[in-house]
């Protein structure tokens, strides 16, 4: 399929031409008078009809501009019009390819990337479980030109990265290192989990400091004396007991009740 033109170019005018140059000879002397014009408070009127007449004149080249324009455009934007009716045709049928074989390139870099952390899950060990392996995941591992052996490598030297930077957390022996490993862990920044120990151990301080000085402990009271002191010679005479059983019988024949009465008689000290 060959493009082939029928349309003469060369009869296209190669300039327009008009009277520029008596236009721009009048324009400089006219406006000569504008370019030092200094307007007064009386002159205010005049120089704003001044400047519409101006406008009016700049309109008018505008326009004629623009028509000028317009007749030379006219035969190429039929063209462009064709033109990009027939590289339409061209793109549907290129998207239709690029729908299928997206298809087909899609399942590959699934495949892939199965692949990938297939190998991370075996070489991390205990990682994976804190670190996922979309932290580690670069998007560029799975073009075409990303070679499975050098991904490998690269995982490997981050794998070892993140050991080291884990030991030397734990060679901090700090109190906060559930905390700094925390951070770590969700950024993969031995900086950020250094300064979240920082930040901890300043808040402590700070905290510790807050803290009011304790109070002394209250002195124990003074012993309170004892006097020896002697049983008395006085005894209290024991309280003097009767016991004295009333009687009560009847004429009836029932067997008669016998109460005994205790009566307590106290002989009180003299």
């Known amino acids: 399929m060959e493009f082939k033109i029928s349309t003469d170019l060369t009869t296209i005018p190669q300039n327009i031409i008009f009277n520029f140059d008596e236009l721009k000879t009048t324009l400089d002397t006219n406006l000569e008078h504008y370019r030092s014009l200094v307007v007064t408070e009386d002159a205010i009127k005049s120089a704003k009809s001044d400047r519409a007449k101006l406008n009016k004149l700049k309109t008018a080249l505008e326009d004629k501009r623009k028509e000028i324009k317009n007749q030379c455009l006219e035969p190429y934007n039929a063209f462009e019009s064709q033109i990009k009716q027939l590289t339409g045709m061209i793109t549907e049928a290129m998207s239709a390819i690029d729908t299928q074989t997206k298809g087909f390139e899609d399942v590959e870099k699934q495949k892939k990337q199965e692949e990938i952390e297939r190998f991370w899950l075996h070489n991390s060990k205990k990682l994976f479980d804190v670190i996922p392996f979309g932290r580690i995941f670069n998007p ?104 004295s059983a009333v009687d009560f019988s009847n004429d009836s024949g029932v067997t008669p009740i016998h109460l005994t009465i205790y009566v307590l008689n106290f002989i009180p000290v003299l």
């Open 140 to 243: 560029k591992w799975l073009n075409k030109t990303a070679a499975l052996p050098d991904i490998m490598s690269e995982i490997m030297k981050t794998i070892e990265g993140i050991n080291a930077d884990l030991e030397t957390i734990d060679s901090l022996e700090s109190e906060y290192k559930l905390q700094m490993k925390d951070v770590y862990f969700s950024t993969l920044d031995l900086s950020k989990a250094i300064q979240e120990n920082k930040r901890l151990t300043e808040m402590a301080r700070k905290l510790e400091e807050s803290k009011p000085e304790p109070k002394p402990a209250p002195e124990p009271p003074p012993p309170i004396p004892t006097t020896n002191t002697e049983p008395s010679s006085e005894t209290v005479p024991a309280a003097n007991t009767s016991a």
